[in-house]
């Protein structure tokens, strides 16, 4: 892959296996509704779209659909509260992101954060792991209009840092991210590990697929000094 001007990361299921934590936050939620709880191996097929739609499948449980919503309205400032005191209790960073954040830090790369969460909790996750400070800005679910899969906030970090969207990657982990790099002419490298409803992320084509972030040299360092 041709060396980018600019490197946006998405979080959950990239940078941050966040599962533990909504797992927590979803079974505590549904005990306070006196409902079923769900179990980690559900929870991990539900996350990638942002809480809402997480607490709307867990009601639910199942992926699509929509549930009753006075239990939704009930539920979500419930399920608010909880994530406010556990966004980062039981979450980690995957293998290899610190490598992989380093080696683009080293190389100087314009470094950008993109996820749907949103900025309540995106930005003291990545505070207390450690990483928020390899970012020159981070856009959050509700930082703009509209989120992936819609090609805005990444247009908006390619304008933030003044780069053409073809001289641009974007790292994500679900058919969400492709969609959104796809629209906005970025070129896409995709997580095996992450959250993509339990489909293997190849399927959706992107430009490459990596184990660890770790491998970022050997995807990006055969042409340091492109354009």
């Not at 980018?4 to 936050?25: E, W």
């Not at 009930?74 to 406010?84: C, N």
């Not at 949103?118 to 509209?146: H, M, N, R, W």
Request: one cysteine or more; charged letters at 25%.
């Amino acid at each position: 892959m041709d060396k980018p001007a600019m490197v946006l990361i998405d979080v959950d299921g990239t940078l941050v296996d966040s599962v533990p934590d909504l797992t927590y936050c979803v079974d505590e939620m549904m005990k306070q509704l006196n409902m079923p709880t769900h179990g980690e191996a559900k929870v991990r097929n539900w996350v990638g779209n942002g809480v809402e739609r997480l607490v709307r499948r867990a009601l639910i449980g199942q992926l699509e659909g929509e549930p009753d919503e006075a239990l939704y309205e009930k539920a979500y400032p419930i399920f608010l509260a909880l994530y406010t005191e556990n966004t980062s209790k039981r979450s980690c960073l995957y293998p290899g992101v610190k490598e992989g954040l380093e080696y683009l830090k080293s190389e100087g790369y314009k470094m950008g954060c993109v996820t749907n969460k949103a900025a309540q909790f995106t930005e003291p996750l990545l505070q207390d792991l450690g990483v928020y400070d390899y970012f020159s800005i981070v856009i959050s679910g509700d930082t703009l209009e509209k989120k992936k899969p819609d090609p805005m906030p990444l247009l908006h970090a390619a304008k933030y840092f003044n780069v053409a969207p073809e001289q641009a990657l974007m790292i994500g982990d679900s058919i969400s991210d492709v969609k959104a790099a796809r629209a906005a002419g970025f070129r896409i490298a995709c997580m095996s590990y992450g959250y993509n409803h339990g489909v293997d992320i190849r399927e959706a084509r992107p430009d490459a697929v990596m184990d660890s972030m770790a491998e970022l040299p050997d995807l990006l360092g055969k042409h340091q000094g492109a354009a």
